[in-house]
C-alpha cells in the first residue's frame, strides 16, 4: 500500500526536504503550501524519488482548508499513517516594529497552523488507534533571541501544546504518538522571504545545517516516535543546554551578538511571503542561499540515535581512567 504522509510547508525548505526523503521509500505524499509554482516544483520532485505526490494549495491558518484537504488525503491516497507539521511564518524586526496584524498573522500560520494540523489527523488517527505526528520545531522553542519575538513565541506556544497533546495520548494509552524535533540553523528560503524589517538580509546563527539533515532527523522521527523529542545539531543541544544552566547569563550574550549575527552583508530582499506565497510563481527550492555555509552532517545527530554505544563507549573510556589512575599510583 504504501506510507501515507502529509507535510505542511511542502513547497520549500524543510518541508520539501522531509516530503523528498519520504518520498525515497516509496510513500504516497500529501503536500500542503500556498505557492504554485513551489507545489508543482516540489510534486515534481516527490515523484522523481519514487513516490506519489498530491499536492494541495492550502492555508494552515485557515482551520476549514486544512480540514478539507485531510479529507481529500484519504480519499485519493489512504488512511493518513504520518502528519508533519512545518509551515510557518515570521516577522524579522523588534518586536516594537511589527505591526500587531503582522503578529497576529504569524501566530496564526506558525502555532494555530500546527494546532490545526494536528486535530485534523487525531480526528482520523484515534479511531484507528494507529499513526504519527511529528512537530517541527526549533531551538528556539525553549529559548527566544532578538529580532524574533513572534516566531520565537509560537514555537514556545507549540512547545507547550506538544507536551499536553502528548500526556493525554499517554493517558489514553493510546497507539497515536506525536513527538517534536528541534531543530538548528536550517539552510532554506525563509531567510529570503521572510518579511524583515533588517538593514542588511537575514541569515540563520551558524553552524548551518542544509535541509537534508533536518529531513533525515524528521524520517527518524516518525518511524521511532516513542520519544518526546529530538534535538538536531550540536548547536541545539548547546543551546538548549545553555538555557537550562545560566538563562540570564545567555540573555546578555544574545543581547549583545544576536543582533549582528542575525545579518548578512548582502542586501535584504523585498519579497515577503507574510501574507501571499513568496513561491507563487516562482520556485525557491529546498535551499536557501547559504549552500557555501551549511554543513550536510550532525554528528550530535548519529550520537543520539545511537545512545548506548555513546554510553557504553563514556563507560568504557571512564572505566579506563579510573584503570590508569590507579595503576599510576
Not at 503536500?31 to 515523484?47: F, H, I, Q, S, Y
Not at 498573522?105 to 489527523?121: I, P
Not at 519579497?271 to 550536510?296: C, I, Q
Request: hydrophobic share 40%; charged share 20%.
Amino acid at each position: 500500500m504504501g506510507q501515507v504522509v502529509v507535510v505542511t510547508g511542502a513547497s520549500a525548505g524543510i518541508g520539501r526536504a522531509s516530503a523528498i526523503a519520504f518520498a525515497r521509500r516509496g510513500a504516497k505524499v500529501a503536500l500542503l503550501a500556498r505557492g504554485e509554482t513551489g507545489l508543482d516544483a516540489a510534486a515534481r520532485d516527490v515523484e522523481e524519488a519514487g513516490g506519489t505526490a498530491l499536492p494541495i494549495e492550502v492555508d494552515v491558518a485557515d482551520y476549514d482548508q486544512v480540514e478539507e484537504a485531510a479529507g481529500r488525503v484519504e480519499k485519493e491516497l489512504g488512511p493518513i499513517d504520518t502528519w508533519v507539521n512545518v509551515a510557518f511564518s515570521s516577522v524579522f524586526a523588534p518586536f516594537t516594529e511589527i505591526e500587531p496584524s503582522e503578529f497576529k498573522r504569524t501566530t496564526e500560520v506558525t502555532y494555530l497552523g500546527y494546532v490545526y494540523g494536528t486535530r485534523a489527523a487525531l480526528d482520523r488517527m484515534t479511531p484507528r488507534d494507529h499513526g504519527t505526528i511529528v512537530q517541527v520545531g526549533s531551538a528556539l522553542a525553549y529559548r527566544g533571541i532578538p529580532l524574533q519575538s513572534a516566531y520565537c513565541g509560537a514555537k514556545h506556544a507549540i512547545q507547550g501544546f506538544h507536551e499536553s497533546v502528548r500526556c493525554e495520548l499517554l493517558h489514553d494509552k493510546s497507539n497515536v504518538h506525536v513527538t517534536m524535533v528541534q531543530m538548528p540553523a536550517v539552510n532554506t528560503p525563509q531567510f529570503s522571504w521572510v518579511l524583515s524589517r533588517l538593514p542588511k538580509h537575514p541569515q540563520p546563527v551558524p553552524p548551518i545545517y542544509q535541509p537534508e539533515v533536518a529531513a533525515d532527523a524528521v524520517v527518524y522521527a516518525a518511524d521511532h516516535p516513542e520519544r518526546r523529542e529530538y534535538w538536531v545539531g550540536g548547536s541545539t543541544a548547546g543551546t538548549l543546554i545553555a538555557d537550562k544552566l545560566a538563562p540570564g547569563l545567555l540573555d546578555r550574550y544574545l543581547a549583545k551578538t544576536g543582533f549582528k549575527s542575525q545579518q548578512s552583508d548582502q542586501p535584504k530582499e523585498k519579497a515577503h511571503n507574510l501574507w501571499h506565497p513568496a513561491d507563487e510563481t516562482e520556485d525557491y527550492t529546498a535551499h536557501g542561499v547559504f549552500d557555501d555555509r551549511a554543513t550536510t552532517r550532525s554528528y550530535q545527530v548519529w550520537a543520539s540515535r545511537h545512545r548506548g554505544i555513546v554510553g557504553g563507549l563514556a563507560a568504557a573510556a571512564t572505566a579506563a581512567l579510573v584503570v590508569g589512575r590507579a595503576l599510576s599510583r
